[in-house]
């Protein structure tokens, strides 16, 4: 009985090795040993200064991807690429602010005025509807050195 317990405890492990090596684990909807397929978007398709009507994400960034704690902010769209200038309309706001010295802080028409905390890191997203007009966003512990703008169009 212990030689058949420790043939499939074995078995068992190897069948698990061979799925976390395959960098996915398959699922009820995939053939057996394939991963399914990779999400894919197309939100965020923006044209680096102005995100075009059907991009409702934006991405709120403190700091870089090398360094938190840079003295960097700024609004991307999905693709990490830099927006000034979107159409009013809904969309989705997500942090990426991993600084425990800096925040994201947007301000701007319809009483928007959403901010992150300094003392922690957020990688939240918030639903905002963005009205025409300009928007400032700064950090709040260095607002002359870390500020933007983005502009919203009828």
Known sequence: MARITTTALALGAALLLTA????AAPD???PAGEAPPAATSDAGTGSGTEAEAGAMALMAVVGSADDPEAYEISITDADGQPVTSVPAGDYELTFVDESTM???HIMGPGGVDIATDVAGS???TVQVTLEPGTYDYLCDPHPTSMVGTLEVTG
Do not use: E, Q, Y
């Open 102 to 104: 800096h925040n994201f």
């Open 20 to 23: 976390c090596s395959s960098g």
């Open 28 to 30: 009820a909807s995939s």
């Open 122 to 124: 957020d990688t939240s």
